[in-house]
């Protein structure tokens, strides 16, 4: 099975901790070059090759559950029976 993904992360709530980036195995979150009201750079997907699997590491460590992952999973086509 592949597995491709996504995530929405609130730009207003998050605070820019930086605990999702690390953690990401695919290596797409980045820390914002703008800043949100409450003066922090929100993390976002940087994600231009859909790297993404749709894991949910950043979620679960994500203290403030501003997260979301999208997660669709594509099965592997069945092999065609041989003919008798
Ligand atoms: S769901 Fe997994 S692969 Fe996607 S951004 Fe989060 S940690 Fe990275
Ligand atoms: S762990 Fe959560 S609050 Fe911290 S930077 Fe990532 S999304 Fe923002």
Not at 67 to 81: K, L
Request: aromatic fraction near 4%; glycine fraction near 6%.
């Amino acid at each position: 099975m592949a597995a491709r993904g996504r995530i929405v992360i609130e730009f207003e709530r998050c605070k820019g901790c930086e605990l999702c980036a690390p953690v990401c195995p695919q290596n797409v979150i980045k820390l914002s070059d703008t800043f949100n009201a409450k003066g922090y750079r929100p993390a976002q997907l940087v994600d231009p090759d859909g790297e993404c699997t749709g894991c949910a590491v950043c979620a679960v460590i994500c203290p403030d559950t501003v997260i979301t992952v999208y997660r669709q999973i594509t099965p592997h086509a069945a092999p065609v029976a041989a003919a008798a």
